[in-house]
């Protein structure tokens, strides 16, 4: 089975700041990854796909990087409304999320 | 726009069987990868499985051997059986479609609770 790992779990941060998180696989996943954003309540929604794909719609400010084990996730400009949790995805084997990034809004 | 919208009974007991619908309108489910993932209070999103509108199938393999997935073309509905549960399945339930495990469009999930 492939392991997902996400750092940090939580972060706290202030609207126009960068942020990043970090997600890494257990064993090659080539750019077979996918990050969510899930509300409290609400089903998770795509934001990017194929590890730097960003799907029609999502704001410019995300962006994904990133390879075989390791991928990032970056808000250029923290918003009030990406408060939330972020999961990855790799679908290259099965599929399997991290454990999720709480981003918490100063 | 697709639209997926869950049903089933919210309460099931210990060492039954779970079984949950999922009604797909606004696109035909002789397209795409219909998936049942799973998220248990407070905690992190599972795949549970996929199928394709020919019938084959890819399970978690945790859960592999409780798990069928099938599909319903003249409903446009797909299912989800856990057969043998525990509290432990406990969580909201989702379907969804993708191009693969790879999900573009959720339902809004429902609660199903394990308990006597």
């Known amino acids: 089975d492939i392991q997902m790992t996400q750092s940090p779990s939580t972060l706290s941060a202030s609207v126009g700041d960068r942020v990043t998180i970090t997600c890494r696989a257990s064993q090659s996943i080539s750019s077979w990854l996918a990050w969510y954003q899930q509300k409290p309540g609400k089903a998770p929604k795509l934001l990017m796909y194929?590890?730097?794909s960003l799907k029609s719609g999502v704001p410019s400010r995300f962006s994904g990087s990133g390879s075989g084990t390791e991928f990032t996730l970056t808000i250029s400009s923290l918003q009030p409304d990406d408060f939330g949790t972020y999961y990855c995805q790799q679908y290259h084997s099965y599929s399997t999320f991290g454990q999720g990034t709480k981003v918490e809004i100063k | 726009q697709v639209q997926l919208q869950e049903s089933g009974p919210g309460l099931v007991k210990p060492s039954e069987t779970l079984s949950l619908t999922c009604t797909v309108s606004g696109d035909s489910i002789s397209t795409y990868y219909w998936n049942w993932i799973r998220q248990p209070p407070g905690k992190g999103l599972e795949w549970i499985g996929y199928?394709?509108?020919?019938?084959?199938?890819k399970y978690n393999p945790s859960l592999e051997s409780r798990v069928t997935i099938s599909v319903d073309m003249s409903k446009n509905q797909f299912s989800l059986k856990l057969t043998s549960v525990t509290a432990a399945d406990t969580a909201v339930y989702y379907c969804a479609r993708g191009p693969s495990a790879r999900i573009d469009y959720w339902g809004q999930g429902t609660l199903v609770t394990v308990s006597s």
């Open positions: 194929k590890a730097s």
């Open positions: 199928i394709y509108y020919s019938g084959s199938t």
